[in-house]
T-cell receptor, first 116, second 109 residues
């Protein structure tokens, strides 16, 4: 498809388990963002990639969270030892950002994570 | 620090009435301001950005640096405007987008 694709759309896991969430951005978009959205809140920034490198990971809440983008396209958000507080919708967005210009963010539909 | 504040979580207006969704921001430097919208069962999408100075679907927003505000306005609300609206800010480096908590707009027929 032409849009940002996220899988799985829903994930239910048990506390303490490991989870991976995948994002396939729009082809050619160099910038990729991960956000977390809890109920009743706006999207909360987690990490930003420009190409393969994490240009800004200051939003990751702790070292249980990690994200990669090895080939500058698909990204995976990894959560270790999940906790109930990690339950949220995880949003991915991509943009055709060049230099300091902030391009429009195109969002995926999100991955809803529920930790029991 | 809260960088984007949307004071109204819920807002209801009648069809044809004017609507204003408030947004205030806190940021040193020259931010870019945006409004994003999420219609029911759809993904979050850009509505407008301040540098474009466009009117999209009848909505406009003016950046007021003195009041650090970027309120979204429409003179005559339509039922199809019912949605969740998020004000967002991009900082100097553009690395981060800060979103407000959102305002749920309901347009009553």
């Amino acid at each position: 498809g032409a849009g940002v694709s996220q899988t799985p759309s829903n994930k239910v896991t048990e506390k303490g388990k490991y989870v991976e969430l995948r994002c396939d951005p729009i082809s050619g978009h160099t910038a990729l963002y991960w956000y977390r959205q809890s109920l009743g809140q706006g999207p909360e920034f987690l990490i930003y990639f420009q190409g393969t490198g994490a240009a800004d990971d200051s939003g990751l809440p702790n070292d249980r969270f990690f994200a990669v983008r090895p080939e500058g396209s698909v990204s995976t958000l990894k959560i270790q030892r999940t906790e109930r507080g990690d339950s949220a919708v995880y949003l991915c967005a991509s943009s055709l950002r060049t230099g300091a210009y902030t391009g429009e963010l195109f969002f995926g539909e999100g991955s809803r994570l529920t930790v029991l | 620090a809260q960088r984007v504040t949307q004071p109204e979580k819920l807002l209801s207006v009648f069809k044809g009435a004017p609507v204003e969704l408030k947004c205030n921001y806190s940021y040193s430097g020259s931010p870019e301001l945006f409004w994003y919208v999420q219609y029911s069962r759809q993904r979050l999408q850009l509505l407008l950005r301040h540098i474009s100075r466009e009117s999209i679907k009848g909505f406009t927003a003016d950046l007021n640096k003195g009041e650090t505000s970027f309120h979204l306005k429409k003179p005559f609300a339509q039922e199809e405007d019912s949605a969740m609206y998020y004000c967002a800010l991009s900082g100097n480096t553009g690395n981060q987008f800060y979103f407000g908590t959102g305002t749920s707009l309901t347009v009553i027929p």
